[in-house]
């Protein structure tokens, strides 16, 4: 069963880039597409960040307005997330997610456990 | 984007009640709907897919239903553990959204 890992830095100044990891164990992440999705900490709502696709292609929200860029290393089998420009509105849970395209769409049918991640000075 | 607007924001049932969640797309999704729980401290979790199948190893006990803008969540007898945040999101079209979340309590 695959598993999924963020990390990275659990502060962030604003202005900055927040940069997360996503560590797939279990799985070749050459053999699917791959999501961040974000929430607002100790709140509902869920925000769809970005994928990755198996071509290496990459789809944002645009409500983000071009600070994401996603990227991910076969070798290590590992996706990533940076943020650029953060402000406190960017102050979040961050999940991973693992998409499965097979039944109508692509949603996550695997998530990480998430990594809290605090823009503040 | 495509707005998700579920109904009711929280509810409280007691067990083996049988209780029902709608979401409702800003336009038609067709049947790319899927539904999510999310417990405390945990991460979302698939319950169901393309508005109507059940996710591997979900309880028999959830159903999905609907097409077009209208969909359903039935739990058709409310468990403890069921306690949770339930979420719809669509994935019609890009961006996915989610709607706002339906929390539901155990009387």
């Known amino acids: 069963q695959v598993q999924l890992q963020e990390s990275g830095p659990g502060v962030v100044k604003p202005s900055e880039t927040l940069s997360l990891t996503c560590t797939v164990s279990?799985?070749?992440?050459?053999?699917?597409?791959w999501s961040w999705i974000r929430q607002p900490a100790g709140r509902k709502g869920l925000e769809w960040i970005g994928r990755i696709y198996i071509s290496g292609a990459t789809n944002y929200n645009p409500s983000l307005k071009g600070r994401v860029t996603m990227s991910r290393d076969a070798s290590k089998n590992q996706f990533s997330l940076k943020l650029r420009s953060v402000t406190a509105a960017d102050t979040a849970i961050y999940y991973c997610g693992r998409d499965d395209c097979s039944g109508g769409g692509c949603y996550p049918d695997s998530w990480g456990q998430g990594t809290l991640v605090t823009v503040s000075s | 984007d495509i707005q998700m607007a579920q109904s009711p924001s929280s509810l409280s049932a007691s067990v083996g009640d049988r209780v029902t969640i709608t979401c409702r797309a800003s336009?038609?999704?067709?049947?790319?709907l899927n539904w999510f729980q999310q417990k405390p401290g945990k991460a979302p979790n698939l319950l169901i897919y393309a508005a109507s199948s059940l996710q591997s190893g979900v309880p028999s006990r959830f159903s999905g239903s609907g097409s077009g803008t209208d969909f359903t969540l039935t739990i058709s007898s409310l468990q403890p553990e069921d306690a949770a945040i339930y979420y719809c999101q669509q994935s019609n079209s890009s961006p996915p959204t989610f709607g706002q979340g339906t929390k539901v309590e155990i009387k």
């Open positions: 336009q038609s999704i067709s049947t790319y």
């Open positions: 279990g799985g070749s992440i050459s053999s699917h597409y």
